[in-house]
Each structure stands twice: as C-alpha cells, then as structure tokens.
C-alpha cells in the first residue's frame, strides 16, 4: 500500500494525497478528510525513511562506542537514549571492538546521510583523526565522550582524569604502598595518559619515585592481557598497589591474583577507574572512582541536539568536564 494506490482510487494526483497526509494548507478539509478515511480503511502507514530521504533528515543519531560490555559505556547509551527519546529520535550503537578500521568504516558510512549526528567514543587503537575531519567535511554534526582525540578543535565531554588518579594513587600510598603500578589499555589516548599523568604527579608528591617498568599497557584481548598481569604479579619486586584505568583490567587483576594466591588488599591494594554495579559485591569490595557515565551521555546528547537544532551553534567550542566521585572499599585498604 502506498499513495500511489491512494491516488488511483480516489481519482487524484500522488501530490495531492501527499499534501493532504501531511495536512497542507494547499488542500481543502473535504479532500483531507477523503483521503484520511481511505488511508484508515486500507491501513495505510507512511513510510518514514522515504520522508527522511525528502527532508534531508533521517530521525537517527549514531553512538559510536569500543564495547559495551563495560559498564560505563552501557550507562552513557541510557543517558544519551533519556535525551534522544524526548527529541523523538532513534539511537543506533555501533560497536568498533578497539579498532581504528573498524571506526573509519563506520563513519564513511555515515558520510551518505544514515544519521543526523554522531556521539563517539575513540577506540584505544585510533592514531589519526582524518576519518573524523571527512564526517565534518559532510557537515554532521559530532560529540565526543569520554575518550576524546588530542589535537582536534571538537565537542568534548570529559570528567577529571588527572585529579581523579592523581587522588586514588595518593589514597594507596597513604595505605603504605611503596611500588606502585598503573595499568592502561593503551597509550594513544588522552584519557588514558591523563590518568597516567595523574599517577605520576602523586608519586613526586610523595617522593617516590616512578618506575617505568610499572606502566603496564594491558591488550583489550583477554588472553594477552592475563598474560601481561601474571608476569606483572610474578616479579620478585611485584607491587603493592595497582590504578587499574578501566574495569575491565581490574576484573582480570582480581581473576590473576586468585589464580597465584595472592590476597586483595593484603597482598596487593587496587582502585579502578569502574561504573560496575557489583563492584560492593566482588571479593573483596572493589574500591573505584566512578565516572558519572549517565550524566556525560545527557550532557554530550543534549548537545548534539542543540547543533541540529541551531545551525549556527558553534559546537566544536563545547568542552565539558564532569567530576568523578571516588568510593572507598577493601580492596583499597579501607
């Protein structure tokens, strides 16, 4: 069914049951009333991509993301959805899996006019940013949160990194840490060199000093990354108290340690970057510094929308930073 059919039966133009579906001026309340009484009749549903296609509007905004396995990614996506819904459009997730060719596929594909705008996270593979100067070439709009690229005028949501790990390695070194590790998932990304940083600071504030060799980069594989952590706990100098940057290298810390036998926090002390809500719950409690996740998905949404609905708006000048709120448990040393 479509209005084609509509036309031939009521003996007028396509134009004309078209105008009068969207409730034109142009028509007069007799025909309307025709054709919005066959419409009923026959059930007929308009298509909503082919209007899309006319409008040059496609009612989706795209969410770019590494995983969502990660507990504060799942979270961002119901911030993001709590805007877009109220906006009436949709969300599609797309899921790069920590790779660079995998993001610069789907944001080509963006190019053709599949959404509207784009809220993204970079891959902890991402080097280069031309993929991203493309889309903006094709004037769609773009939001990033949480990880963000360096050396790029754009909108940014971040929550504080630095401070937020220079305070977590403070609180471990107050516990009567003496070597101390931080883990990381890559070395590319502002995020996770802002974290670094923070580190770094805490250690010179405390006169000890920093030792290369306890900046781990942990694989987004599994498997390498248990690898990396068994050496890491199987040194004869093998730290006290370990940052883990993300939740998911503080779960396969805590599955290593087990494996050797070491006790958390006796053994070793660790506080994560982590949204997990079981995080009270593992054993033992986990101590984490918690990224408001949810609030960073509103916010970097209700920005996007604000650029679709204000063409002059300048965007790419928006940065955000959303603190993070630190929650002692065990295995932290409280």
Do not use: W
């Amino acid at each position: 069914m479509n209005i084609k059919t509509l036309a031939g039966q009521l003996g007028i133009s396509v134009s004309t049951v078209s105008k009068a579906l969207n409730d034109s001026h142009e028509i007069s309340a007799e025909t309307k009333r025709k054709v919005l009484d066959l419409a009923a009749l026959l059930n007929y549903t308009p298509n909503a991509y082919a209007g899309s296609l006319r409008n040059k509007k496609s009612s989706n905004i795209a969410v770019v993301l590494p995983e969502v396995a990660d507990s504060f990614f799942s979270q961002a996506i119901n911030g993001i959805e709590s805007v877009a819904q109220e906006k009436g459009y949709h969300v599609i997730v797309y899921l790069t899996h920590e790779k660079q060719h995998k993001e610069q596929s789907i944001l080509n594909d963006f190019r053709s006019g599949r959404v509207d705008g784009v809220l993204m996270s970079l891959s902890c593979e991402t080097t280069s940013n031309d993929h991203i100067f493309r889309l903006n070439d094709k004037k769609i709009p773009v939001v990033f949160f949480d990880r963000v690229p360096e050396g790029m005028t754009a909108a940014k949501i971040v929550t504080d990194d630095f401070e937020s790990s220079c305070k977590a390695t403070m609180q471990l070194i107050a516990k009567g840490c003496q070597r101390l590790a931080f883990l990381s998932l890559s070395d590319k990304l502002a995020i996770f060199n802002n974290r670094v940083e923070g580190f770094k600071k805490a250690l010179h504030n405390s006169g000890l000093v920093f030792d290369e060799s306890m900046l781990v980069t942990c694989s987004s594989d599994e498997q390498q990354a248990h690898h990396v952590l068994t050496n890491l706990l199987m040194r004869p100098d093998r730290p006290d108290g370990v940052v883990a940057s993300t939740e998911k290298t503080a779960t396969e810390l805590y599955d290593v340690c087990n494996q050797l036998g070491l006790q958390i926090p006796a053994d070793i002390k660790v506080i994560a970057f982590a949204s997990l809500p079981i995080a009270a719950l593992l054993h033992p409690p986990l101590a984490t510094i918690v990224q408001p996740a949810f609030e960073m998905g509103k916010v970097a949404a209700t920005l996007l929308f604000k650029a679709l609905e204000k063409p002059h708006f300048n965007l790419a000048k928006e940065y955000v930073v959303v603190p993070s709120v630190f929650v002692e448990r065990r295995s932290g040393g409280c």
